[in-house]
Structures are given as structure tokens and as C-alpha cells.
């Protein structure tokens, strides 16, 4: 009787140890206590050899990247060239005034005659136009006469699945898109408007300016061992790293805030929206996230400049200069909506590897600092012009019904 007691004692005994064992954590740091205490950077024990296989195809990707990388010597925009060969492509063919006339409906035309600038007499969105009008003003000497349609709505216009076909220039799209890409307005102002941003997030030159020196006030050493992400739920692709967030605050911040359409705690997953944070103290974080928008996102080329770490989600949706960035070299590329799992792997890896992650994200900002400046705006806006008017097979004639636009004082 004995004998049979101390049987079940002793398999009751292993029962216990079994799911201890089983509810153990081990934290970012790759130590494993049991889960009675703080999870905030903990993982399930039994998911070491799952995060083990993730880091290795991670690293060797990493490595492989950085092997086979060819920089490209910015000169005069020429990283950017091979998006305006790709974008106009399609037109090799040439461009009729037929073409031009089909599409009219898909945004504001614009004509250079002779020197001068021409629009439509209403623009949806004034201070969009008058971003793109800068750019086309400040360099009126550099092109030829030539008319074009401008889309300064968020997304795309012409789908290749679509019957429509001929020119349009948008800032963002997909390759599933003809559209002709070019510097958004936002490089000079017509930027979303946000509280910490009223007038719209500001000028390029002067972001980067304030944002090279917040990036100095907080270097690597310094910054917090935290992702950030700060923004309102355009996507629900957004959700999983919030929700990371709220099980694992000392991994990761990210909350989201209030826009146009909110009505409740619903359209903020739950909770209350917080109040924006300017992109300055973005730079305070190690970590930074990049989501789409409708298309793709204005805060991308901003957070390299904190000399942060950009994690970016999603590949599909792309700006002009997106090509000369190449993932896990410039920045960590993550899938479309990626699992809170995969998230909190990721971020493991980095804390692990911190001299990878720095590396990351030196080259990213050397890149965007070097191959991104004013100029490089104006050389690209002059270059892909210059290169469309080429298509044209028709002499451009001045449009009476449209405007002059003046040089601002």
C-alpha cells in the first residue's frame, strides 16, 4: 500500500514539474524564470526553439543582404533614374493628345508654355497644389513647353486591370498601378495635419534640420530600448503591434490616436486615443515603426533621419524614391500584417543584436541624408519631366480655360 502511495505521489509530483516547466518564461534577454513574475519582455519557454529558427533566417538574411549590396554614388538623382525608366515605360510608344484628353478627369491639368505655368482654375486640394507648384515654378528655366496631368488625391489612379489608360502623375502606388510617380507635396508643404503639425507636417529641409539634431540629443547609446509607433488606425494592419503593445509595454509603445473619422473607443481599438507626439521624440526610441497610410506613408523618410531603427510593414505601396532603399540593409522589412508573434521575435532579434540593429539603421539614415536633399528633389522633378516631354507627339498649344500661376513673393 505504501509502495502503491508513493507511486502517485511521485506522478503527481512530475504532473506539477511538467506544467511548471510548461508555463516557464524566458525574457529578451534569453533567461527563463517562472511566470509569476513580471512578462512585460517574457517569452512562453517552450517557443525558444520557434524564435531560435527566426533568428537564424533572419541573420542570414541579414548577412546575405549586406554581401551582395552595391552602393549607388548619388549624383544629380541618378539612384532614382531607374523608377522614372520603369514609370514611363509603358509610353515608349509616345504620348497623343488623345491619351492625355482620356485621363483628364483623374486630376489637375498643368501646362508649361513658354516659360510660364498654366493649371486648372480649381484644385481639390489647394495646398497639395501649391506644393507640387513650387517645385514646377522653382525650375520653369530647366523644361520645355509640355502638359500633364497631376493627381493630388492619396491613392492611384490608373489600375492596369482598369479599361482607362494614358499618363497621370500620383505620389504613391502599387505595381499593380501605370501611374507616373513623383515628389509628393509634401516635400514642400500640403503634409497631413495633425495637432503637434496644424498647418501640415513641414517643409523637407527644415524636418531634416530639426530631425538631425534631435537624432545628435539622443545617440544610440542613449535612446530607449523600446519600437515606438504613434499614429492613427488608417489600417487595421496597425492592430497587432498596438495590441503587442498593450500585453508587453516595456517592448514596445505604440497607441493609437485620434483622426477625422473617429467617433469612439471602437475606431481606436478599444481605447482611448492619445494626443500625438511630435516627430522629434520619435528619435528618443530605438525602434521605429512604419505602416502605409491610404498609400504609402509621409512619416517613412522622417524616421530615418532619428538615426533610429525603421521597421517597415509591408512592400506593396511605394514613393519614387523607395527603390534606392533596399530591406535589411536600410531598414527591416516586415510582412503585411504581420502576427504579434512575428513582431516580438523581431524585436528579441534586435535587442540581442544590438550592433546589427545600429548598423541598420546608420546606413539608413546615411542613405536618406545623402540621397535625399532639396536638390535631389528638384534634379528629379527636372529629370522626369524632361523625360515625359520627350514622349509627347503633339505641340503643346496654351489651354485658354486655364490659370496662371505666380511666382509667390
Given at each position: 500500500?505504501?509502495?502503491?502511495?508513493?507511486?502517485?505521489?511521485?506522478?503527481?509530483?512530475?504532473?506539477?514539474?511538467?506544467?511548471?516547466?510548461?508555463?516557464?518564461?524566458?525574457?529578451?534577454?534569453?533567461?527563463?524564470?517562472?511566470?509569476?513574475?513580471?512578462?512585460?519582455?517574457?517569452?512562453?519557454?517552450?517557443?525558444?526553439?520557434?524564435?531560435?529558427?527566426?533568428?537564424?533566417?533572419?541573420?542570414?538574411?541579414?548577412?546575405?543582404?549586406?554581401?551582395?549590396?552595391?552602393?549607388?554614388?548619388?549624383?544629380?538623382?541618378?539612384?532614382?533614374?531607374?523608377?522614372?525608366?520603369?514609370?514611363?515605360?509603358?509610353?515608349?510608344?509616345?504620348?497623343?493628345?488623345?491619351?492625355?484628353?482620356?485621363?483628364?478627369?483623374?486630376?489637375?491639368?498643368?501646362?508649361?508654355?513658354?516659360?510660364?505655368?498654366?493649371?486648372?482654375?480649381?484644385?481639390?486640394?489647394?495646398?497639395?497644389?501649391?506644393g507640387?507648384?513650387?517645385?514646377?515654378m522653382?525650375?520653369?528655366?530647366?523644361?520645355h513647353?509640355?502638359e500633364?496631368?497631376?493627381?493630388?488625391?492619396?491613392?492611384?489612379q490608373?489600375?492596369?486591370?482598369?479599361?482607362?489608360?494614358?499618363?497621370?502623375?500620383s505620389?504613391?502606388?502599387?505595381?499593380?498601378?501605370?501611374?507616373?510617380?513623383?515628389?509628393?507635396?509634401?516635400?514642400?508643404?500640403?503634409?497631413?495635419?495633425?495637432?503637434?503639425?496644424?498647418?501640415?507636417?513641414?517643409?523637407?529641409?527644415?524636418?531634416?534640420?530639426?530631425?538631425?539634431?534631435?537624432?545628435l540629443?539622443?545617440?544610440?547609446?542613449?535612446?530607449?530600448?523600446?519600437?515606438?509607433?504613434?499614429?492613427?488606425?488608417?489600417?487595421?494592419?496597425?492592430?497587432?503591434?498596438?495590441?503587442?503593445?498593450?500585453?508587453?509595454?516595456n517592448?514596445?509603445?505604440?497607441?493609437?490616436?485620434?483622426?477625422?473619422?473617429?467617433?469612439?473607443?471602437?475606431?481606436?481599438?478599444?481605447?482611448?486615443?492619445?494626443?500625438?507626439v511630435?516627430?522629434?521624440?520619435?528619435?528618443?526610441?530605438?525602434?521605429?515603426?512604419?505602416?502605409?497610410?491610404?498609400?504609402?506613408?509621409?512619416?517613412?523618410?522622417?524616421?530615418?533621419?532619428?538615426?533610429?531603427?525603421?521597421?517597415?510593414?509591408?512592400?506593396?505601396?511605394?514613393?519614387?524614391?523607395?527603390?534606392?532603399?533596399?530591406?535589411?540593409?536600410?531598414?527591416?522589412?516586415?510582412?503585411?500584417?504581420?502576427?504579434?508573434?512575428?513582431?516580438?521575435?523581431?524585436?528579441?532579434?534586435?535587442?540581442?543584436?544590438?550592433?546589427?540593429?545600429?548598423?541598420?539603421?546608420q546606413r539608413?539614415?546615411?542613405?536618406?541624408?545623402?540621397?535625399?536633399?532639396?536638390?535631389?528633389?528638384?534634379?528629379?522633378?527636372?529629370?522626369?519631366?524632361?523625360?515625359?516631354?520627350?514622349?509627347?507627339r503633339?505641340?503643346?498649344?496654351?489651354?485658354?480655360?486655364?490659370?496662371?500661376?505666380?511666382?509667390?513673393?
Open positions: 500500500m505504501k509502495r502503491l502511495l508513493f507511486v502517485v505521489f511521485l506522478l503527481y509530483f512530475l504532473t506539477v514539474l511538467s506544467n511548471a516547466e510548461l508555463e516557464e518564461f524566458c525574457t529578451i534577454d534569453g533567461e527563463c524564470e517562472s511566470n509569476n513574475s513580471d512578462k512585460s519582455l517574457k517569452y512562453l519557454a517552450e517557443e525558444e526553439e520557434s524564435y531560435k529558427k527566426f533568428a537564424e533566417t533572419l541573420g542570414q538574411e541579414i548577412a546575405s543582404t549586406g554581401m551582395k549590396f552595391v552602393p549607388c554614388e548619388a549624383q544629380n538623382c541618378s539612384c532614382f533614374f531607374k523608377r522614372i525608366e520603369k514609370d514611363l515605360s509603358l509610353y515608349r510608344e509616345g504620348i497623343s493628345k488623345e491619351m492625355i484628353d482620356s485621363v483628364r478627369r483623374y486630376g489637375v491639368k498643368y501646362q508649361i508654355v513658354n516659360g510660364r505655368l498654366y493649371r486648372d482654375k480649381d484644385c481639390m486640394f489647394p495646398a497639395r497644389c501649391a507640387v507648384e513650387h517645385f514646377l522653382k525650375n520653369l528655366d530647366k523644361l513647353d509640355t500633364l496631368i497631376i493627381n493630388c488625391r492619396d491613392w492611384p490608373i489600375h492596369s486591370n482598369w479599361e482607362a489608360f494614358g499618363p497621370v502623375f505620389f504613391s502606388k502599387t505595381e499593380d498601378y501605370h501611374d507616373i510617380m513623383y515628389p509628393a507635396w509634401s516635400f514642400w508643404e500640403g503634409g497631413p495635419a495633425i495637432s503637434t503639425y496644424p498647418t501640415g507636417l513641414g517643409r523637407w529641409d527644415l524636418m531634416r534640420e530639426k530631425l538631425s539634431k534631435a537624432a540629443e539622443h545617440p544610440w547609446s542613449q535612446k530607449k530600448n523600446r519600437a515606438f509607433f504613434r499614429g492613427s488606425r488608417t489600417s487595421d494592419e496597425r492592430d497587432s503591434l498596438v495590441l503587442l503593445s498593450r500585453k508587453f509595454p517592448l514596445v509603445a505604440a497607441q493609437y490616436t485620434k483622426n477625422q473619422a473617429w467617433k469612439s473607443k471602437a475606431d481606436t481599438l478599444g481605447a482611448e486615443p492619445v494626443n500625438d511630435p516627430m522629434e521624440k520619435h528619435c528618443s526610441y530605438k525602434y521605429l515603426f512604419n505602416f502605409r497610410g491610404v498609400a504609402a506613408s509621409f512619416r517613412f523618410r522622417h524616421l530615418f533621419l532619428c538615426q533610429s531603427l525603421v521597421i517597415h510593414v509591408g512592400s506593396e505601396w511605394l514613393e519614387f524614391f523607395y527603390d534606392a532603399l533596399v530591406p535589411n540593409y536600410h531598414f527591416i522589412q516586415v510582412s503585411s500584417y504581420p502576427k504579434e508573434k512575428e513582431l516580438r521575435y523581431l524585436l528579441r532579434f534586435l535587442v540581442e543584436n544590438d550592433k546589427v540593429a545600429q548598423t541598420i539603421a539608413g539614415f546615411d542613405a536618406i541624408n545623402k540621397m535625399l536633399n532639396m536638390k535631389d528633389i528638384d534634379c528629379y522633378w527636372v529629370k522626369l519631366l524632361s523625360e515625359y516631354t520627350n514622349l509627347l503633339f505641340k503643346v498649344t496654351r489651354d485658354k480655360k486655364l490659370i496662371e500661376i505666380q511666382k509667390k513673393l
